[in-house]
């Protein structure tokens, strides 16, 4: 069984957040859920959903698998675009 990193995973997701400078209660708005459930999100207690996950990519316009396949290596230097490559 292959072994996901969740704490990378989150940092990753909270780094594009910051760096778009959105309150965690403006991206819960985004996903639909309140400000106290995505701070659990945030802090690893809880898991996103695979809709809130697409709502993620297509907000900061990163493709799902590049996703993926980033966010395990290095999760602050996920880019946010695919055109900033």
Request: hydrophobic share 35%.
């Amino acid at each position: 069984m292959c072994q996901v990193n969740y704490n990378n995973f989150t940092e990753s997701i909270k780094s594009l957040r910051k760096r778009m400078k959105l309150q965690q209660v403006e991206f819960a708005n985004i996903l639909g859920i309140s400000q106290s459930q995505y701070s659990k999100y945030e802090k690893g207690a809880g898991e996103f959903s695979v809709k809130q996950f697409l709502t993620i990519c297509y907000f900061f316009d990163i493709h799902p698998a590049r996703f993926f396949l980033e966010w395990q290596r290095e999760p602050k230097k996920l880019q946010l675009h695919e055109s900033d490559e």
